[in-house]
């Protein structure tokens, strides 16, 4: 069975950090461009960062340009987003999907293949 499962969410004070992972079971992500989304209560899921299977990288939310950054270790079959100066607007599900392909566009984060149940980030004080 494919599956993604996000860990490493949790409580927050705002300027903190927290550090999301990713894990694939059932397949490796080495030939899968990663996303990471996200859907704050009320409003609609955006795409946050993704990531090429190869390592390049594309952020698409302005507003965490600078302050979250994703990675991948291929061995461990794991994505990262380290989230560093978290704010309350970052308070959202975080969601982590998956495409086969080898690179990310705006075509692949709007169709992926895979996706996990998310984590809650909560950022308050």
């Known amino acids: 069975q494919l599956q993604l499962v996000e860990s490493g969410g949790g409580l927050v004070q705002p300027g903190g950090s927290l550090r999301l992972s990713c894990a694939a079971s059932g397949f490796t992500l080495d030939s899968y461009a990663i996303g990471w989304f996200r859907q704050a209560p009320g409003k609609e899921r955006e795409g946050v960062s993704c990531?090429?299977?190869?390592?390049?990288?594309?952020n698409l939310a302005d507003s965490v340009k600078g302050r979250f950054t994703i990675s991948r270790d291929n061995a461990k079959n794991t994505v990262f987003l380290q989230m560093n100066s978290l704010k309350p607007e970052d308070t959202a599900v975080y969601y982590c999907a998956a495409k086969r392909v080898p690179f990310c566009s705006a075509y692949v984060f709007r169709n992926m293949d895979y996706w996990g149940k998310g984590t809650l980030v909560t950022v308050s004080s």
């Open positions: 990531i090429n299977s190869i390592g390049g990288i594309t």
